[in-house]
């Protein structure tokens, strides 16, 4: 069965802190995504990935930086953590015209 | 701006009774449509996905419809559950290699016995 696992699930962080959010997909899917979400706003796009090796900036990349070291990880990077910041953010693996699955999200808390 | 405008914002119903939820969108070019349900707290899950220029798919008690010359779209829920109750979040997916989605910001729908 289809599965995209986000790690952690809960995190705390303190501000100017680095934060890495991990994401692993079964799916063998080239594609996959960084989103927020945040009340009043849907989800929002921060880095998106075409395969291993590659990242592109979504609509808000600013303060994210993203990783995919692989075809199953796609990590996403605050260097310098910042309570704006706070937030649940999801990560998803897809292949054009196909389905698209996501993780159950990250709770970030940046205090 | 927002691309993707869903309606009503909320919605509370009866269990047992039908509603629909809206989707108008502007995100060009528009290769599918996706319907996802998001239970408090959780992640989301797909319902169905609409790719022709009219069309309508059906899964159970949801059934959908699009219409890309209006860019609209509806997801019909009959019969609603108590367990129906959570957020619909109707889903542009844009014509290019890098499947990017673009969100609505969802219906909150409430069942109340």
């Known amino acids: 069965e289809a599965a995209v696992t986000q790690s952690p699930r809960n995190k705390v962080a303190v501000t100017g802190g680095k934060v890495t959010l991990s994401c692993n997909q079964t799916?063998?899917?080239?594609?996959m995504y960084w989103y927020r979400q945040d009340t009043g706003h849907g989800l929002r796009l921060i880095h998106y990935?075409?395969?291993?090796?590659?990242?592109e900036k979504g609509d808000i990349p600013d303060g994210y930086k993203a990783s995919r070291p692989s075809q199953e990880n796609f990590s996403l990077i605050l260097e310098l953590a910042t309570p704006s910041q706070t937030s649940v953010y999801f990560c998803?693996?897809?292949?054009?015209?196909?389905?698209?699955?996501f993780g159950k999200g990250t709770r970030l808390t940046v205090v | 701006k927002t691309q993707v405008e869903q309606s009503p914002q909320s919605l509370v119903v009866r269990q047992g009774e039908n509603c629909v939820l809206q989707?108008?969108?502007?995100?060009?070019?528009?290769?599918?449509l996706r319907w996802f349900k998001q239970d408090t707290g959780k992640g989301l899950v797909s319902l169905t996905v609409?790719?022709?220029?009219?069309d309508k798919t059906s899964n159970g008690r949801y059934s959908a419809t699009l219409d890309k010359d209006a860019k609209h779209s509806t997801l019909h829920i009959t019969a609603t559950l108590l367990d129906d109750t959570a957020t619909y979040i109707c889903?542009?997916?844009?014509?290019?290699?890098?499947?990017?989605?673009?969100f609505g910001d969802g219906t909150v729908l409430t069942v109340k016995p």
């Open positions: 998803a693996s897809g292949q054009t015209g196909h389905e698209v699955f």
């Open positions: 609409l790719v022709d220029q009219k």
């Open positions: 889903v542009v997916g844009e014509n290019t290699n890098t499947g990017k989605l673009t």
């Open positions: 799916n063998n899917h080239n594609n």
């Open positions: 990935s075409y395969g291993a090796g590659s990242t």
């Open positions: 989707c108008n969108y502007s995100v060009t070019p528009d290769n599918h």
